[in-house]
């Protein structure tokens, strides 16, 4: 698995010096946390959020009994692999599901992050699980992105909502969930608007559209490979906006993990969703323990 390469191999360098020692020092601990400092660093994790990881796992190897166990190196180990499941948000964040139908999912984000994309793939997941979702095409902007999501849900084989371009978001929105009540989805997802930057112009209607439909999730798909700066992201929109959650995308591509590592250290947003590739079966729910071990091998 191509993800985060050079960041699993210099963790696993920075600890395979441990792992089979007999005895274990202070002075070893704090070599070893040096290069788990630099590997992290290395990856775009942010310096607040390295100095946070760095400092609670060394107050916990060398604080507790760890070095005095019979496996010492293997407990530090142990101590890095937790503090990375914590600092990734612990365990699995589901979707809040309505409890009257149907649950609408706003799903916001800068153009190229893989929003639309995002849509169907989030639609195909909740499909195999005998959801019935509604896609709908909020984005008035660009006309293809109304022709890509209705060309997604043919492939799927799932209804797309759209008005075309002509008509408000916020109208279109409100018109989907009427259109979902009358047709039994019990889910929909809107695809809104993305533009190059975060600007005034995009936050309102956004904001205008939650206001409105008041959905039960608002979803931010960013793009992983951008590191530092979908964490930037995720803070901006979600001071304005009030996020549920992160889809990180693009995780298939050579992004380094500092997003990943970070999203939920630095906007206490759980990562619910990742994109691990084009094709619309390349969403996985985000486990932080399964990352964690793909990353400590
Ligand atoms: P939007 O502008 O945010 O709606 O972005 P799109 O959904 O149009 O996606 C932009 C590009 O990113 C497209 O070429 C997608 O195929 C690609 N893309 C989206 N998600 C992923 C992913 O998880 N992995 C990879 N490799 N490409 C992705």
Redesign the pocket.
């Known amino acids: 698995m191509a993800m985060f390469e050079g960041l699993a191999e210099k963790l696993q360098g920075a600890l395979r010096k441990l792992r089979g020692k007999g005895k274990v020092t202070e002075a070893d601990v704090t070599e070893a946390l040096r290069e788990v400092r630099m590997a992290l660093l290395g990856a775009d994790v942010s310096l607040k959020v390295v100095k946070q990881f760095v400092s609670s796992v060394k107050e916990r190897a060398i604080g507790q009994d760890v070095l005095e166990s019979l496996t010492p190196g293997q407990q530090v180990v142990k101590v890095v692999y937790d503090e990375l499941v914590q600092l990734m948000g612990g365990s699995n964040a589901k979707l809040t599901v309505a409890s009257k139908p149907p649950t609408v999912i706003m799903l916001v984000?800068?153009?190229?992050?893989?929003?639309?994309?995002?849509v169907a793939k989030l639609a195909a997941f909740l499909h195999k699980q005998g959801r019935r979702p509604l896609l709908t095409a909020c984005d008035v902007y660009r006309p293809a992105?109304v022709k890509?999501l209705q060309v997604l849900g043919t492939q799927l084989d799932l209804p797309v909502f759209s008005m075309g371009t002509d008509i408000s978001p916020v109208d279109i929105a409100r018109a989907a969930v009427e259109h979902a009540n009358r047709h039994g989805n019990d889910m929909v997802l809107l695809?809104t608007a993305?533009r190059l930057h975060i600007n005034e112009e995009l936050m309102t209607e956004l904001e205008d559209i939650k206001k409105t439909v008041q959905p039960h999730e608002i979803l931010l798909?960013v793009d992983a490979m951008t590191g530092q700066d979908a964490v930037n992201v995720a803070e901006a929109f979600h001071a304005q906006l009030g996020l549920d959650g992160v889809v990180l995308?693009?995780?298939?591509?050579d992004a380094r993990g500092g997003a990943a590592l970070s999203v939920k250290a630095v906007t206490g947003c759980p990562i619910k969703f990742v994109?691990?590739?084009?094709k619309t079966d390349?969403l996985e729910p985000f486990h932080p323990e399964r990352m964690a071990s793909r990353i400590l091998g």
Not at 109 to 118: E, F, I, V
Not at 249 to 253: M, N, Y
């Open positions: 984000g800068l153009q190229g992050a893989g929003k639309t994309t995002t992105a890509q695809d993305g798909v995308t693009k995780l298939d591509g994109g691990m590739g084009e390349a």
